[in-house]
């Protein structure tokens, strides 16, 4: 029997709701829930003592429902005659103060101010089918007769779907009126989120229109929005908020649906925010294993990213999460990104927070009353640490942050909050100020700072920066290049004259200073910011030997090649990232690879130097572009690429006849880490040159 209408104009007909009636009979039809999903919001919002007038009551339970337990002073009109009468007939015995009667709510023959709640089922929402003229002027009508019926302090609790031109309608009429608007969402049963078919994909709210006196002069405006059945309504500034606020809901709630009837939606990723101040508070991925075998235990779980360990491969790709779920072993694994400035007590509290959440992502076929697992690694949620937080005008948001590795031991990372994803400096910290700071920590642990308040570490001055520790893999392969330089035994007391472009933290020109004793290093950063953090907060500093230029690097390799007499550098290295996001390619911006650039690159290099270049491009068409357009200018190029990282690194000469064999090359990157390796010099024993050429290859 098709009971709903083949078009919504259809809700807005007095025969549509007489035939509706006759055909279903006596058997209630609850539109947008039941008494037990609405009825924490109804006891909220209305008095037992009240009274209340329900507007197009149709044949819903919901009236007696609310009479029975002990709201019985209840007035219901609807425009339908059959349902009138079916509803006298239902409750005449049974409920004798409620009554019925058949009225158009558009011309109500109450008197003003006769009730203190007009309870409204997705009345209006039937009713505004559309924003033509004719169906406005009716929701005019009959708002305004909602209005003059209540007393003031009175309610008008409408139930409704909210979509937008409902919301935009009741909220923008009742807001003009001067009266108080609160959207409070309605908590759906499990049962009914679960559904195969869900009645509808929307979720369900009250509007909450409280009359305030009128007052002189313009009304004060207040909008508020209740997101959960006990949580604080928050206070939004306007009525567009409101309604992106509310928009956010219903995509929530669609995508709840989609990820419960569907597995393998591709990369779905969602933040969930504090209620209180709206601020992302926790940041989720949703990974599907369609090749895991269904068992009774291995359909959900949540793992929580330690702090500080979200910019890592397995958690902060895409390809490394999918390896996480497919090693973990189940149907659909959530991972979870804590967020810098929020308070974490610890992985228990967490865990209570996040429970109901995340159960509404849970896929099909999960068992009833199941436990989801929370995973971790080593069972905490790791120490983050924010030192320093500023805006740079080039570079946006960033901060610098202390976190604790996988062997305790701290390190000092910048971050752009445009990509906080990306590491773009690390540098490790000495042990002795990664002690102090334990040792601290403890001491101060009952005071339940957050997580990441500076007082947790001390404000480490850049002394506390080991300088003799390369933490980016793509440093250490940039610095093996300079095996390709000829006689690289001899390289620390041969004068070595290199042009560093992109500074960062400083990390890779301050290894080079400190570890080749007779090099000069110009080092080319844009972002006179950067320069700050770098001796601030990562231990860079200048010398006779190394000096930093503020300006942009294709300006100032355009300025040495027009020289008259040009420099020339026996290394070149690009580190430099794209302010761009939108490009296929993030390292380098694709002016520092064209052509004509490249040209002048070369007429600074020496005929034996080496331009080393860190390129990060996901896009493959541009990429191959990129590696066409190097050889055309450098014949001889080598490509390493950065396990676990978008990175590769090329390196690129001039003469491809001075091309080395793999045993060559590594046997020259072992000779110069002999030469380092002397005693007397600060050295990482972890660091093997020759390791980092294995897998070049030659282009």
């Known amino acids: 029997m098709n009971l709903l209408p083949k078009s919504s104009k259809e809700f807005g007909s007095v025969d549509y709701w007489e035939k509706f009636f006759q055909q279903r009979g006596k058997k209630a039809f609850e539109w947008y ?14 008095k037992p003592r009240e009274k209340v007038l329900v507007i197009g009551c149709g044949n819903s339970e919901l009236s007696e429902q609310l009479y029975d337990v002990g709201y019985q002073d209840i007035v ?10 079916q509803m006298k007939e239902r409750n005449a015995s049974r409920r004798p103060q409620m009554s019925f009667l058949k009225m158009d709510m558009t011309q109500m023959e109450f008197a003003d101010a006769s009730f203190q709640v007009v309870l409204d089922k997705g009345t209006l929402d039937a009713v505004l089918t559309d924003e ?45 009126e001067g009266w108080m608007v609160r959207v409070h969402q309605v908590a759906s049963s499990q049962d009914q989120v679960l559904e195969a078919e869900p009645r509808f994909s929307l979720p369900v709210f009250a509007f909450i229109m409280t009359k305030f006196r009128p007052g002189p002069g313009s009304a ?34 669609w995508l709840c649906g989609q990820l419960y009837r569907k597995a393998g939606l591709g990369s779905v990723s969602l933040d969930l925010c504090d209620g209180d101040t709206g601020e992302p508070r926790y940041t989720l991925h949703v990974v599907d294993s369609p090749a895991v075998k269904p068992s009774r235990d291995n359909h959900f779980a949540i793992f929580i990213i330690p702090q500080g360990r979200e910019t890592e491969w397995l958690f902060g790709m895409e390809e490394g999460r999918k390896q996480l779920a497919a090693s973990a072993g189940f149907r659909r694994l959530i991972t979870v990104a804590l967020h810098r400035g929020q308070q974490y007590e610890g992985m228990d509290s967490i865990q209570a927070e996040l429970s109901a959440r995340v159960l509404e992502l849970a896929p099909a076929g999960m068992p009833t009353q199941q436990q989801v697992p929370f995973l971790s690694v080593g069972g905490d949620i790791g120490v983050r640490t924010v030192q320093h937080q500023a805006c740079s005008p080039l570079s946006g948001n960033y901060v610098v942050e202390d976190v604790q590795g996988d062997d305790k031991r701290y390190f000092r990372r910048l971050i752009f ?47 506390s920066i080991d300088k003799s520790y390369l933490c980016c893999e793509h440093h250490k392969a940039m610095i093996a290049g300079l095996a390709l330089l000829r006689s690289p035994e001899l390289l620390l007391e041969t004068p070595l004259a290199l042009l560093v472009v992109g500074l960062g933290g400083g990390s890779l020109p301050l290894f080079v200073h400190d570890h080749f004793p007779k090099s000069c290093i110009d080092a080319v950063e844009i972002d006179p910011s950067m320069l700050e953090v770098a001796t601030q907060w990562f231990g860079f500093s200048q010398s006779d030997r190394m000096k930093v230029h503020i300006a942009d690097g294709l300006d100032y390799i355009t300025g040495l090649a027009g020289r008259e007499v040009r420099p020339h550098y026996s290394v070149i290295m ?5 302010k761009d996001p939108t490009l296929g390619m993030s390292c380098p911006p694709p002016a520092f690879v064209d052509q004509p650039f490249l040209q002048k690159v070369k007429s600074i290099l020496t005929p034996e130097g080496v331009f080393i270049l860190n390129l990060v491009c996901r896009d493959l068409g541009l990429k191959d572009s990129v590696l066409t357009g190097l050889k055309a200018v450098f014949p001889l190029l080598y490509v390493r690429r950065i396990e676990g990282e978008v990175n590769e690194i090329l390196f690129c000469q001039l003469h491809p006849e001075q091309k080395l064999s793999t045993p060559e090359l590594l046997e020259m990157a072992q000779a110069l880490e002999q030469t380092l390796r002397k005693p007397g010099r600060g050295w990482d024993d972890t660091y093997i040159l020759s390791e980092m050429l294995k897998t070049v290859k030659i282009m």
């Open 33 to 46: 829930g039941t008494y037990l999903e609405l009825c924490g919001v109804l006891h909220k919002y209305i």
């Open 76 to 85: 219901n009109i609807d425009i339908s005659e059959v349902v009138i009468k």
């Open 132 to 176: 033509e003229e004719k169906t406005l002027q009716q929701v005019d009508r009959m708002l305004a007769e909602v209005g003059r019926v209540l007393q003031v302090g009175g309610r008008y609790l409408c139930i409704s779907l909210a979509q937008a031109h409902v919301l935009k309608k009741a909220v923008g009429h009742f807001s003009r």
């Open 220 to 253: 004060l405006q207040i909008f508020e929005l209740c997101a959960q059945e006990q949580g604080k309504p928050v206070r939004l500034e306007s009525a567009e908020r409101l309604a992106e606020a509310v928009r956010e809901r219903q995509q929530y709630a």
């Open 417 to 463: 909050l445009s990509n906080r994803n990306v590491v773009q400096s690390e540098a490790r910290l000495l042990k002795d100020v990664s002690h102090r700071a334990q040792k601290k920590r403890k001491k101060d642990r009952k005071k339940q700072r957050p997580a990441d308040t500076p007082e947790d570490l001390p404000a480490a001055p850049g002394q």
């Open 574 to 578: 690009f580190d430099v990232d794209s």
